[in-house]
């Protein structure tokens, strides 16, 4: 018997199906959604209808004698312990008390939580709890929030929670040497994650140990821990977090919500009752996270040859109620820049304001959304300026391999003009960029545009490290069980890091069995977040793979008294590389391993720390992680200029991806990247008034389908990374960046107009198009 | 009573009246492959085809399911052989997080079921209520068609549920 059936050798670079991938065509995946537990209670949260208001009391003695309202739990019950995402670098922005006491922020905010034996009894109970406020005069914002006199919404800190100034450079002698200046602003709107599994827990008290075990949709399970420590009193080792199957993250769930301290803490005020709370999508949309609205007014210089002299501006960012992952988003928005321009004299000051709108966090691109559609936007408005192609003026001021950037990032591998070289010749830019002859005339216009972007894999955020580990055990059968940390969130962690276990093992893919974030057994892992775990766990995966076949080799290399530096397994067989000589399979490695003789585990380890620094936050300086990676992105529009709709015809997407380790899935990165970008451009707008959205649910919130997918075309550029494991860089990011700004550049083109304001609505362009006529 | 056949059983409940098909193949009988992403009608994440159409089980009444036939996606595979449209979604890397699959497989049989030769355009039109907000769709397309390959080439092995013979 085998436990291989050597059906993938050589996995790295292949595309073996997902690991989890028949679970999930199956209906047997299992998310934290489809748990069930016996005598499992249905908790609900007790939110604030108001956006800002003092709480006076709350009475929950009615709701307590509802029949089946099994626990109510407030502040009271609590510690009154704030926590927050950027404890490392920002420890005063730890702002979010898991159910506050003394005043509510935004509409929406936990002040208590139930939970009863259904549904219907747990909101019946909600209804029940009287609760007196005194209402503050509220901001929304954050024009109006950062002047003086607006209504504060924290306490410790005043509405300018975090400002970032990013500062290099003599912006002002860089502005006077320019022969052209511009300046612009533009508007991005919040936007919301909506992945399909929404926000769900399932908390667990054990009496007799007092530790507590919390099933959770999330992408950071130890984030998870350390947080429900934190806030709880516990220590790590009495909290258990695992992940199951997770429906989607896109970095909202990133962090602890209150909803998972509420599960905790109401099973144990239950006696140790199961307590579940699942998100409705009302829910999803309105007190979860969501993108930072942002403001960027922007100031730049260029000769006219081209280079780039200086950019100077400022960026507005409202934060909602509490900080979350804000300081980490202002920062990455101003780091890309830097990634991909080589600019010396630099000068953005970042405002991430309170207001009393739902909160502000993580989402795909970390704040490089809004920046790669307006940077991106503005550098083709300086090269028009010049009257430079815009792809010229991008070649003349790119970034390059092993360089240093302004602001101290090391970057080692770079294929930024490759992927500018290759999506440009694919989507024959030449022909048809700022061409009168190329689908000019008419309603239907046609235009091209550009954008380029950059993403780190991995940064520090809520500790000072941001390692990951791997554990493979191998047992005599030569069954191979590979242990992460890493949360799989749908991305496919889990499949690319067995494929880089299995290659660095020396094994076929199939042999592995993947054990994911468990914290009680899996290795620590900060989490999915910042592209970073192909190439951080990856990293891991990879030394865990060579430990284990050491530790065959040195079996082999006794037994059969060979030197082991003359020893390799390739593709399931162990071999004397320095005679070319087939020794055993192995299976039979394993079996000499287990053997009277020797009687020894394999028991592999390895753990991956990248050399980075932290960033100067008062500077923007530091090498935020191990690599970068860069792409290209071209889109063709078609604009019908009697109906104000634009007909995406083709992007074309060439990204650095250092090695794909699994291409169909960087493909399916790439493919479900443009889609979100393309959502934020034409469609998503997650729209409050008065601190309520007013959009929660998928008729008026306009996510991508099916219809709306133009054709798409990948492109890797291999560069090979030195850092990455076997040359792999992360790019679960990068594609979304540019999106917007590749089709504004587009629609620039087509019919010359100049959109500043996402989403570019039908709406939008036709009055554009009135305007451009009355001008004319 | 109310009487159903999910994937080829029969089933008999005690129903108040106001359970949709979604509750009941979920809470009632533990088949939680369907999912829902909305519970309104949106998502199409909770797809089941019932008498060979495609329909939404969180808007459906379990009672109007009453002497109908109902395929979930537990009812797809063969034991352990992968219906072709199951392994032509997993071998063209249709499925990231796989919480619409489900929907979205389901969907694609009631097409093929109906049409064994559809157009992009038809795929998109009978695929356009599900939404995925991993993989953006073009591996979902890929895999439909490649679907349609596996089952015309099949030589009328093709599958087929109970609902559609």
């Known amino acids: ?776 | 009573m109310t009487n159903l056949i999910i994937n080829n059983k029969k089933y008999q409940f005690e129903l108040q009246g106001h359970e949709t098909l979604l509750e009941v193949l979920r809470d009632h009988l533990g088949l939680t492959g369907t999912k829902t992403a909305c519970d309104e009608a949106e998502c199409g994440a909770c797809t089941v085809i019932m008498d060979g159409k495609a329909i939404l089980a969180c808007i459906t009444l379990a009672t109007e399911a009453e002497g109908k036939t109902v395929t979930t996606i537990e009812g797809l595979a063969n034991g352990d052989e992968l219906h072709p449209i199951q392994q032509s979604f997993l071998d063209n890397a249709a499925v990231q997080c796989g919480f619409c699959m489900p929907g979205m497989i389901m969907a694609s049989k009631a097409l093929l079921d109906e049409n064994p030769a559809p157009s992009e355009p038809e795929i998109a039109r009978a695929l356009e209520g599900n939404i995925c907000r991993c993989a953006g769709y073009p591996k979902i397309m890929d895999a439909v068609k490649d679907a349609v390959k596996r089952l015309n080439a099949g030589n009328g092995q093709r599958v087929k549920t109970p609902d559609t013979e």
Request: overall charge neutral; charged content about 25%.
């Open chain 1, 1 to 776: 018997m085998t436990t291989s059936n050597k059906k993938f050798l050589d996995p790295v670079g292949k595309s073996v199906p997902r690991i989890d991938g028949k679970g999930m065509v199956t209906g047997q995946a299992k998310y934290v959604y489809d748990m069930k537990l016996p005598n499992m209670l249905v908790g609900k949260m007790l939110r604030s209808p108001h956006a800002h208001a003092k709480i006076i009391n709350i009475d929950t003695s009615k709701a307590e004698k509802l029949p089946g309202v099994k626990a109510i739990i407030t502040a009271k019950d609590t510690h009154k312990i704030k926590f927050g995402s950027n404890e490392f670098f920002f420890p005063h922005t730890i702002d979010q008390m898991a159910l506050e006491s003394e005043k509510v922020r935004y509409i929406g905010d936990e002040i208590g939580a139930v939970a009863a034996v259904d549904e219907k009894t747990a909101e019946q109970a909600l209804k029940l709890i009287d609760v007196e406020y005194e209402i503050l005069p509220a901001v929304f914002d954050p024009v109006e929030a950062m002047k003086p006199g607006a209504p504060q919404i924290h306490t410790a800190m005043s509405n300018l929670g975090v400002i970032l100034p990013t500062n290099f450079g003599n912006v002002e002698r860089g502005l006077k040497e320019s022969d052209y200046i511009r300046e612009d602003t533009f508007y991005c709107p919040s936007a919301a994650h909506t992945c399909l599994e929404t926000h769900v827990c399932l908390g667990q008290w054990e009496e007799f140990s007092d530790k507590i075990t919390l099933w959770v949709s999330t992408q950071a399970p130890f984030k998870i821990r350390e947080a429900l420590a934190k806030t709880l009193k516990m220590n790590l080792n009495n909290i258990r977090v695992i992940k199951l199957s997770v429906g989607g993250g896109f970095g909202g769930k990133l962090e602890m919500l209150p909803m998972d301290f509420a599960a905790c803490l109401l099973s144990k005020k239950a006696g140790g009752m199961p307590v579940k709370i699942c998100y409705s999508r009302e829910e999803e949309f309105s007190y979860s996270r969501r993108k930072h609205n942002m403001i960027y007014k922007l100031k730049s210089g260029v000769k006219k040859d081209g280079t780039l002299m200086a950019i100077t501006g400022e960026v507005i960012a409202d934060g909602g109620a509490y900080c979350s992952y804000g300081p980490t988003v202002m920062a990455a928005a101003m780091m890309r820049i830097f990634m991909v321009y080589q600019i010396k004299n630099f000068r953005i000051s970042g405002f991430r304001v309170y207001t009393n709108n739902p909160i502000s966090g993580a989402i795909r691109g970390f704040g490089g959304v809004q920046s790669g559609f307006a940077v991106e936007s503005h550098m083709d408005l300086l090269a028009r300026g010049i009257g430079l192609d815009p792809v010229e003026f991008r070649l003349k001021n790119i970034t390059t391999p092993n360089m240093t950037t302004t602001n101290k990032m090391i970057i080692s591998s770079n294929g930024l003009k490759e992927c500018i070289g290759k999506s440009t010749k694919s989507a024959e830019w030449t022909k048809k960029y700022n061409n009168p002859d190329y689908g000019k005339k008419g309603i239907l216009r046609r235009g091209i545009g550009i954008g380029i972007a950059a993403d780190v894999m991995g940064s520090k955020m809520y500790k000072s490290h941001e390692s990951a580990g791997g554990i493979i055990k191998i047992e005599e059968d030569g069954s191979v069980y590979f242990f992460t940390g890493a949360a799989d969130t749908g991305q496919g962690a889990n499949t690319a890091l067995s494929q880089i276990a299995a290659q660095a093992l020396g094994v076929s893919f199939d042999r592995i069995r993947c054990k994911a974030a468990d914290t009680e057994i899996t290795p620590f892992d900060t989490g999915s977040f910042a592209s970073r775990v192909t190439f951080i766990s990856g990293n891991a995966a990879l030394l865990t793979g060579k430990d284990a076949k050491r530790q065959i080799l040195e079996v082999v290399a006794e037994e059969h008294k060979i030197n082991i530096d003359d020893l390799d397994i390739i593709r399931e067989e162990v071999v004397n590389t320095k005679e070319n000589l087939v020794l055993m399979n192995f299976d039979k490695a394993l079996e000499l391993c287990y053997s009277f003789d020797y009687g020894r585990q394999i028991i592999g380890r390895g753990t991956y720390n990248p050399t980075t620094t932290p960033i100067d936050f008062r500077t923007g300086e530091g090498n935020v992680s191990g690599s970068y990676g860069f792409e290209a992105q071209i889109a063709e529009v078609e604009v019908n200029t009697e109906t104000g709709e634009v007909k995406v015809i083709k992007i074309w997407d060439a990204h650095d991806v250092g090695k794909a380790i699994n291409p169909k899935s960087v493909e399916s990165q790439i493919e479900g990247s443009l889609a979100m970008g393309l959502g934020y451009t034409f469609s998503e707008n997650l729209q409050f008034k008065n601190g309520r959205i007013v959009n929660p649910n998928f008729t008026n919130y306009r996510v991508p389908r099916i219809s709306a997918i133009p054709p798409m075309e990948s492109i890797f550029i291999e560069t090979n990374d030195p850092h990455g494991p076997f040359g792999a860089k992360g790019m679960g990011e990068a594609a979304l960046l540019p999106t917007a700004a590749a089709i504004a550049n587009a629609i620039h083109d087509a019919i010359g107009i100049r959109l500043k304001d996402l989403p570019f609505t039908p709406n939008k362009i036709i009055k554009a198009l009135k305007e451009q006529e009355g001008q004319l």
